[in-house]
């Protein structure tokens, strides 16, 4: 009798036949179809060839081929493709089968799909899978969530998957029910690209202030890998910076400087407002894509908006290294404000996230993969119930230490004209975070005096809301009070 496979996975794409391989490496027997059948039978004669994989050339063909309860993954492009899967699976699948759809998806699409399947009596994942092309082969981090019930089917192959960090513990575990697995991928890709952009803010203060070389830029990305900084996106700027084109020069150079975006970071930011959270650093960084892909505008504005002329005068050595103060600093704000909207969410959704298992599925095989994320486990191991990460001891202990670097740099590109706008919102954070008292006084003032919008008093309790008739003319009336 024909063996029956593990699992059963529909899209062969890069991070497709990359997990297929992983899997079956780890001793897992595994099905695969895809809509173009063609790559069903071009994986299996090439790098399938010889390995306990099936393929399979329609979806009834694939899940008889799958031992029950059936488990079939998903990894095609997020959207209507997704949905479309869904229903040609249905047909073919029984009660208690598992759907897992491990792409880029929105959130709140697998809240819907998780009541919809099991309204089937089927089961339903979401979840994150995180590391590229090299993850998928070698292990990455994933983040599942949904259907409770199914990860008891499921944790053995994820886990076996999955990278490991030096004691062996896997970067993944059950986030929570129905969209949480998602959620928590998409706020990594909004910090992945705040990440990407402190260090691109870095890079260019070094090149357009300081004036090095690649080769110069790459000697000190190297140093920081071998320290605090050390993570996955400082480790290969530091080998891009190395890398020559065929004809000697740097290529990074010759890359033109408009930034792509699939999306996740929006969804990031668009998250954020919805729940009211600061995540400015995040959101700078996503804008700073837009703008970089506004090449033509800004190749004519170049010529027009003439401003200061750059000038340098002090110790290189030493503004290197509030740079890096800086992008440390900054980097801590931008986990915060990610973690801020993560607790917010679950509050909201009701959900159970162990942020300290977060950040211990983000240690290996992800983006963001850092040592860094030691430390946030460290801190919600002590205090579970952290508040923001900027008031656990150590975090507080460097921002505060750091910020005269930070200023420094923040106050050195201003006034040389280089746009640093993840550093600068960083900074006005962690300025806005630790003042008592801020402005809004002034804003509810002027909101109650042109739309009756109501205040607060400091001389009366919390919840008290008042109106002033500001012109002498208003009455007594006054808007309903709401937040958003």
Same mark, same amino acid.
């Given at each position: 009798?024909?063996q029956?496979?593990?699992?059963g996975?529909?899209g062969?794409?890069?991070?497709?036949?990359?997990?297929?391989?992983?899997?079956?490496?780890?001793?897992?027997?595994?099905?695969?179809?895809?809509?173009?059948?063609?790559k069903?039978?071009?994986?299996?004669?090439?790098?399938a060839?010889?390995?306990?994989?099936?393929?399979?050339?329609?979806?009834?063909?694939?899940?008889?081929?799958?031992?029950?309860?059936?488990k079939?993954?998903?990894?095609v492009?997020?959207?209507?493709?997704?949905?479309?899967?869904?229903?040609?699976?249905?047909?073919?699948?029984?009660?208690?089968?598992?759907?897992i759809?491990?792409?880029?998806?929105?959130?709140?699409?697998?809240?819907?799909r998780?009541?919809?399947?099991?309204?089937?009596?089927?089961?339903y994942?979401g979840?994150?899978?995180?590391?590229?092309?090299?993850?998928?082969?070698?292990?990455?981090?994933?983040?599942?969530?949904?259907?409770k019930?199914?990860?008891?089917?499921?944790?053995p192959?994820?886990?076996?998957?999955?990278?490991?960090?030096?004691?062996?513990?896997?970067?993944?575990?059950?986030?929570?029910?129905n969209?949480?697995?998602?959620?928590?991928?998409?706020?990594?890709?909004?910090?992945?690209?705040?990440?990407m952009?402190?260090?691109?803010?870095?890079?260019y %203060?070094?090149?357009?202030?300081?004036?090095?070389?690649?080769e110069?830029?790459?000697?000190?990305f190297?140093?920081?890998?071998?320290?605090?900084?050390?993570?996955y996106l400082?480790e290969i700027?530091r080998?891009?910076?190395?890398f020559?084109?065929? /004809?000697?020069?740097?290529? +990074?150079e010759?890359?033109?400087d408009?930034?792509?975006q699939?999306?996740?970071?929006?969804?990031?930011?668009?998250?954020?407002? /919805?729940?009211?959270?600061?995540?400015t650093?995040i959101?700078?960084?996503v804008?700073?894509?837009?703008?970089?892909?506004?090449?033509?505008?800004? +190749?004519?504005?170049?010529?027009?908006?003439?401003?200061?002329?750059?000038?340098?005068?002090?110790?290189?050595?030493?503004?290197?290294?509030?740079?890096?103060?800086?992008?440390y600093?900054?980097?801590?704000?931008?986990?915060?404000q990610?973690?801020?909207?993560?607790?917010?969410?679950?509050?909201?959704?009701g959900?159970?996230?162990?942020?300290?298992? %977060?950040?211990?599925?983000?240690?290996?095989?992800?983006?963001?993969?850092?040592v860094?994320?030691?430390?946030i486990k460290?801190?919600?191991?002590?205090n579970?119930?952290?508040?923001?990460?900027?008031?656990?001891?150590?975090?507080?202990?460097?921002?505060?230490?750091?910020q005269?670097?930070?200023?420094?740099?923040?106050?050195?590109?201003?006034?040389?004209?280089?746009p640093?706008?993840?550093?600068?919102t960083?900074l006005?954070?962690?300025?806005?975070?630790?003042?008592?008292?801020?402005?809004?006084?002034?804003?509810?003032?002027?909101?109650d005096?042109?739309?009756?919008?109501?205040?607060?008093?400091?001389d009366k309790?919390?919840?008290?809301?008042?109106?002033t008739?500001?012109t002498?003319?208003g009455?007594?009336?006054?808007?309903?009070?709401?937040?958003?």
């Amino acid at each position: 009798m024909k063996q029956l496979a593990d699992i059963g996975l529909i899209g062969l794409a890069v991070m497709g036949e990359n997990l297929v391989l992983n899997m079956e490496s780890k001793g897992y027997t595994v099905a695969v179809y895809n809509r173009t059948v063609q790559k069903v039978d071009n994986f299996i004669n090439g790098r399938a060839k010889g390995k306990n994989i099936i393929g399979a050339h329609s979806i009834e063909e694939l899940v008889k081929s799958i031992k029950r309860p059936r488990k079939v993954m998903l990894l095609v492009k997020a959207g209507s493709a997704v949905d479309d899967f869904i229903e040609k699976l249905i047909p073919y699948l029984e009660k208690g089968d598992i759907i897992i759809d491990g792409g880029n998806t929105h959130f709140p699409d697998t809240n819907r799909r998780t009541e919809y399947v099991e309204s089937k009596d089927l089961l339903y994942i979401g979840t994150g899978v995180s590391g590229g092309e090299e993850g998928a082969l070698r292990g990455p981090s994933i983040m599942p969530g949904g259907s409770k019930e199914a990860w008891k089917e499921v944790k053995p192959i994820f886990q076996d998957i999955a990278a490991k960090v030096s004691d062996g513990s896997p970067c993944c575990d059950w986030v929570g029910e129905n969209g949480a697995g998602h959620f928590v991928k998409m706020v990594h890709n909004g910090i992945e690209y705040g990440d990407m952009q402190l260090i691109c803010e870095a890079y260019y %203060i070094m090149k357009e202030l300081l004036g090095m070389t690649s080769e110069e830029m790459h000697e000190v990305f190297k140093e920081w890998n071998e320290g605090e900084l050390d993570s996955y996106l400082i480790e290969i700027t530091r080998d891009i910076l190395a890398f020559k084109d065929d /004809d000697g020069k740097p290529l +990074v150079e010759k890359i033109l400087d408009t930034a792509g975006q699939k999306g996740t970071g929006k969804w990031t930011g668009i998250a954020a407002l /919805d729940h009211g959270v600061p995540l400015t650093l995040i959101g700078e960084a996503v804008f700073a894509r837009c703008l970089s892909a506004q090449k033509e505008e800004r +190749v004519k504005a170049s010529k027009e908006l003439k401003g200061v002329e750059r000038n340098f005068a002090g110790d290189k050595n030493t503004f290197i290294e509030d740079i890096k103060n800086a992008l440390y600093a900054s980097k801590i704000v931008s986990y915060a404000q990610g973690y801020v909207l993560m607790r917010t969410a679950a509050e909201e959704y009701g959900w159970n996230l162990n942020y300290g298992g %977060i950040a211990l599925m983000w240690r290996g095989g992800c983006i963001i993969r850092s040592v860094f994320l030691g430390k946030i486990k460290e801190a919600f191991d002590k205090n579970p119930d952290l508040d923001n990460l900027l008031m656990d001891p150590y975090f507080k202990n460097i921002v505060i230490s750091a910020q005269n670097s930070w200023r420094k740099v923040v106050s050195v590109a201003a006034l040389n004209g280089i746009p640093v706008p993840a550093f600068s919102t960083a900074l006005a954070y962690f300025d806005g975070y630790r003042s008592e008292r801020l402005p809004a006084n002034l804003l509810q003032a002027q909101r109650d005096y042109f739309g009756a919008h109501t205040y607060e008093r400091i001389d009366k309790p919390r919840g008290e809301f008042f109106h002033t008739n500001w012109t002498g003319r208003g009455g007594e009336t006054s808007s309903s009070t709401y937040n958003v």
